[in-house]
């Protein structure tokens, strides 16, 4: 039986507060143990366990990293780092009393009318002696953002700290979090493709878009993903660089150096005769990169619901051609309702397709011949998001 963490109280202080936040991202994703995050997170289970531990301030790039593997809302978590970062330095330098600044030249501002931050969700600062109140604590937080009017639009203007982050479109079709070393944008979806800058890390950045390219394998949880991330200058980031999907539904567009999306799939199963219960699963198709497993049982173990659960993620490599897993059926419960196994064409992580070909293995015994099953709009959606999700 796993250890139970060690109770924080959200009243204690900011950090106890953000920690107590962030356990609940975890149990909102039904509770993976740290372990389990580790495998997709890139950091250790260790180091995740601490970062909820409310005993020490953690770094961006693991928070972003603790959120990502939970499927968790990034750009919501770098603002309440960030938040959390003003209200630990503001009480430091609060406690050790006012430091001299020199005076200067105010820096004048192009003339533009101001808009306000959009609004993020703050941690209760608790306003104690010795800590400033949340009121300026959120005010020092605040950063001035002007509009200012483009060739290509209205974009948000970079704010005024230097902090080289990339203009934001006024209506990005979604956003991402770059981390680690920074996002290296490049005119094309290849890793040869020229590049145009790098992308500091901790920016928030819009992306008006995405297509496919070469495939890349996701800096922290080593996932294959083909999506490219389109910028409003045309340039373009890699999808496994920064933290962030385009949301579901969006369809991919063209872009320099771009590949066709998957074409087609075709599921074959067969029972492994050297090893009873076991089922040898190969997918075929056109313009495949990446493919994913899942199949729709009951557990013979609680929980027991009845559901579509990922049992293989693949991709084609020099080494390895072909897709294809082998899957042990232990643990299944045996039933009136057949077991149905899916094979669907992946863009990445949480990346899938509606290219998709689904066969039934019987119910109560295996084989030997795996009919093809077609499925409802809703079950072929649950089925593709549970083939195309992140490793576990």
Known sequence: MAR?????????????????????????????????????????????????????KPTLDVVLA?????????????????????????????????????????????????????????????????????????????????????????????????????????????????????????????????????IPSGCTIGFVGYCLGEKIHDNTGGTPDVRWFKLPDGDVVASGIVHGNPPRGLAASRCVDDRTPPGTIALTAAVDPAKPGTVRLKATGTRLDIVGFAALYQPAEPPTARRWRQIGFTEETAGKPGFGVSWRLEGVATGPDPVLIAAVACLGGDGPTGIVDVRSAGAGRLGPKFPPVSLTAPQRAEAVNAACSYPA
């Open 4 to 56: 139970q963490e060690k109770a924080v109280d959200p009243a204690a202080g900011p950090l106890q507060a953000f920690a107590y936040e962030l356990r609940k991202v975890r149990t909102e994703a039904g509770g993976p143990t740290y372990r389990a995050l580790a495998r997709s997170a890139g950091y250790s289970a260790a180091t995740l366990s601490e970062a909820a531990g409310g005993t020490r």
């Open 66 to 198: 603790y959120v990502g593997a939970c499927r968790g809302d990034v750009d919501l978590w770098h603002r309440r780092w960030h938040e959390l970062d003003t209200v630990l330095t503001s009480a430091t330098l609060t406690e050790a009393g006012p430091v001299p600044v020199a005076e200067a030249d105010p820096v004048p501002l192009p003339e533009a009318d101001p808009v306000e931050p959009a609004p993020s969700a703050p941690l209760d600062a608790v306003s104690r002696r010795g800590r400033p109140s949340r009121r300026r604590l959120m005010a020092w937080a605040a950063v001035p953002v002007l509009l200012t009017a483009t060739a290509g639009g209205v974009y948000l203007a970079r704010d005024q700290r230097g902090s080289g982050c990339p203009e934001q479109p006024a209506h990005p079709a979604f956003t991402a979090v770059s981390y680690g070393a920074g996002a290296r944008a490049h005119t094309g979806a290849a890793r040869d493709a020229p590049i145009t800058r790098t």
